[in-house]
């Protein structure tokens, strides 16, 4: 069975930084693209970051790219999300997620149990 481990969350401040993990296990980690989604207090999920299975393409949303970097250790079975220059409206759950295919994201088959993130002053 997938299982995916998120961690590293916490309170941070405005401009702050903080790096996210995600430990894989349950499937061949190499063979798929990742996400990370979050969710906000009140409100729906929301896609953040996706990167192929070899972590040499990747993508962002609007909202975050250029602050945030997804990255992925297959040798560790280890998902990343660096987050940079962190905003108040950065606070969410952050979601660890597996998509169904190599490439291919926006279809995510698997969530871990989240980590919170909140900046805050």
């Known amino acids: 069975e997938v299982q995916l481990v998120e961690s590293g969350g916490g309170l941070v401040q405005p401009g702050g930084s903080l790096r996210l993990s995600c430990a894989a296990s349950?499937?061949?980690?190499?063979?798929?693209?990742m996400s990370w989604v979050r969710q906000a207090p009140g409100k729906g999920l929301e896609w953040v970051s996706s990167?192929?299975?070899?972590?040499?393409?990747?993508s962002y949303s609007d909202s975050v790219k250029d602050r945030f970097t997804i990255s992925r250790d297959n040798a560790k079975n280890t998902l990343y999300l660096q987050m940079n220059s962190l905003k108040p409206e950065d606070t969410a759950t952050y979601y660890c997620?597996?998509?169904?295919?190599?490439?291919?994201?926006?279809?995510?088959?698997?969530w871990g149990q989240g980590t919170q993130v909140t900046v805050s002053s």
């Open positions: 990167t192929n299975n070899d972590g040499d393409t990747t």
């Open positions: 349950g499937f061949t980690f190499s063979t798929y693209a």
């Open positions: 997620a597996k998509e169904q295919y190599t490439w291919f994201v926006g279809f995510q088959d698997s």
